[in-house]
């Protein structure tokens, strides 16, 4: 099943796509695909309605895509996740998994604009499976464990600044957390339909030529192991994003680098889960 939210920003409405590919509107039924939803057997009830109701109204072709779900109470994130990732960035490969956050009013929909922020020299693209937990998971037994609590996958875009990231001390989150900077979706694919998590492929563009072209079987922690080591140190909630890194061909990583500047158009996709295109405009 494939969840999606649709309409103006701050007013999205739930609904899915359907076996022919059109979007149907669930919001007499539904409030939102958010933590209480999801702790609340959510998807399955959807399942349950859509059985029920053949005729549910599609939503208008010229409908804004918004975000996959809600605001999530967290944006995880986990770096340097991919071997030759960190090759190219000139890190080993971490031992245990990195993990920074973002802020949650990043989350923007998959066709929305990149904001290049003020100042901003240095904005560079990650094209990154996203990961939506099912429900509430405190102190997971072990990663098979973990499984269980996916709700499912999508696309996302881990946007970020370089030089606020990397250049002004302290920790990754300001060059991570500016407007717009984590485009999901368009759609969440849920979890039963996703068969092999650790061998998708993956691909960003900019204005057309290939940056990065990758695959989650290179992933250093798979899905699985990151979802069960998080609950160790914090509870994750229903509802909340985990970015599970990114394959080389970032523009931190060019010789020289590469950065994103108005007017470029960034285009992404992971196996199974969709497209997304942004329009990189000055903040």
């Known amino acids: 099943m494939k969840l999606i939210r649709f309409g103006k920003p701050g007013f999205e409405k739930p609904g899915v796509i359907d076996e022919n590919n059109v979007r149907r509107d669930l919001s007499t039924a539904f409030r939102d695909w958010d933590r209480a939803f999801f702790n ?12 029920q109701h053949p005729d549910i109204p599609a939503v208008p072709e010229d409908a804004r895509w918004g975000a996959c779900i809600a605001r999530p109470g967290k944006v995880i994130c ?22 920074f956050q973002k802020g949650s009013n990043t989350v923007v929909g998959p066709f929305d604009h990149i904001l290049i922020p003020r100042k901003s020299e240095k904005t560079d693209w990650e094209v990154e499976l996203g990961v939506v937990i099912s429900k509430d998971a405190r102190y997971l037994e072990s990663a098979d464990d973990a499984r269980h609590y996916i709700a499912g996958y999508c696309v996302a875009n881990d946007v970020s600044e370089r030089a606020f990231q990397l250049e002004m001390g302290g920790q990754w989150t300001k060059g991570k957390s500016c407007d717009n900077f ?4 368009p759609f969440l694919l849920t979890a039963n339909e996703v068969k092999d998590h650790k061998n998708l492929s993956m691909s960003l ?14 992933m250093v922690f798979d899905v699985d192991f990151i979802v069960h080591y998080l609950s160790q140190f ?18 931190l990583g060019m010789k ?19 497209v997304q295109r942004q329009t990189c405009i000055q903040a």
């Open 182 to 185: 984590t485009p999901i979706g």
């Open 234 to 251: 914090m509870t994750l909630e229903a509802g909340d994003l985990i970015l599970t890194g990114t394959p080389p061909g970032v523009g």
């Open 78 to 99: 986990i770096g340097l996740n991919y071997s030759d990732h960190a090759a190219e960035s000139g890190m080993p490969v971490p031992e245990q998994p990195i993990i």
């Open 256 to 274: 020289p680098p590469v950065y994103l500047k108005e007017g470029d158009l960034v285009e992404l996709s992971v196996e199974h889960l969709g």
């Open 40 to 51: 609340d057997y959510g998807i399955e009830r959807v399942k349950s309605y859509l059985i």
């Open 205 to 218: 563009s900019v204005n057309g030529s290939r940056m990065q072209t990758g695959n989650t079987a290179k």
